[in-house]
């Protein structure tokens, strides 16, 4: 996939074109925009654009019951129209330091990096890797990057709601290599507030993934819609994956300098932040 940032950071207008009419599952009449992709590229607008710092913190779970928990401070910019993304692991002991750098290309899968300090090495992340888990939670490295529009072949799913919210379903099939066949996104009809995405893998009638984004925890500020709560869940595995923001700074002062290799390995503190 090309193009992204780190969907922890993630923390996301007006329909385009003459819409069309649709049959909705009670038989009133929808009105849709004149294409998935209008649609689909206001939801992430209002998800992603805007620069954040966070506390992050994640707790994985296994049939039901907590197998450990992390607590990262993350910070994100847009620089050049490129957003840039810092991840920095405080907790537990044996992943502090751990940093994770992601840069958008614009033209190919983003530069991924992943800084060890008990190797006291950087490693990039390949193309390959991209579909691995991401340190022992639901996420892979593919889920760190921010999707575009362009990523994808589009078309409208049938109507359907999230927790009785109704929602419009856009089924994307991702053009480049990927670890799934296709990607459902329930988009909300009142604000394009993604409120759940469901992966699934070739000719699978349930998904392998699926990620909700609770109505009750989206944060609305400065015409952006940030989710402040992020639940993903593996079924086959019986796994889940529940990431919290503790503290959360939205569009704040950022040196471009502290996305770069030099900051990846030094250690140096995201701003803004409690300690």
Do not use: C
């Not at 992603?48 to 039901?64: A, H, M, P, T």
């Not at 401070?73 to 751990?98: F, M, N, Q, V």
């Not at 190919?108 to 800084?115: A, K, P």
């Not at 639940?231 to 923001?245: D, H, I, N, Y």
């Amino acid at each position: 996939m090309k193009s992204g940032t780190i969907w922890v950071l993630s923390l996301w207008m007006t329909l385009a074109g003459a819409p069309a009419a649709t049959a909705s599952e009670g038989g009133a009449q929808d009105t849709l925009p004149a294409s998935p992709a209008h649609l689909l590229e206001q939801a992430f607008d209002a998800r992603y654009d805007v620069d954040l710092v966070q506390i992050l913190s994640l707790e994985v779970r296994s049939r039901g019951k907590t197998v450990y928990r992390q607590r990262l401070e993350l910070a994100s910019k847009r620089i050049d129209g490129r957003l840039h993304a810092l991840g920095r692991y405080r907790e537990p002991s044996e992943l502090r330091g751990t940093a994770v750098l992601i840069i958008e290309t614009g033209e190919r899968s983003d530069d991924q990096f992943i800084y060890l300090p008990s190797m006291r090495r950087t490693r990039r992340i390949s193309s390959a890797q991209r579909i691995d888990s991401f340190l022992g939670t639901d996420l892979s490295y593919e889920d760190l990057e921010r999707p575009r529009v362009e990523d994808y072949t589009l078309e409208f799913g049938p109507p359907g709601s999230v927790e009785g919210e109704p929602v419009t379903t856009i089924v994307g099939r991702p053009r480049a290599d990927a670890g799934y066949e296709r990607v459902e996104f329930l988009v909300a009809k009142r604000d394009a507030a993604i409120l759940e995405t469901r992966h699934f893998k070739r000719s699978a009638a349930t998904p392998f993934k699926i990620t909700r984004f609770p109505r009750a925890d989206i944060r609305a500020e400065s015409g952006r819609l940030i989710p402040t709560r992020i639940l993903v869940e593996s079924p086959g595995r019986g796994s889940q994956t529940e990431a919290r923001s503790e503290q959360l700074l939205v569009n704040p002062d950022l040196e471009s300098s502290l996305f770069t290799m030099a900051v990846l390995e030094n250690a140096r503190p995201i701003p803004g932040l409690e300690r």
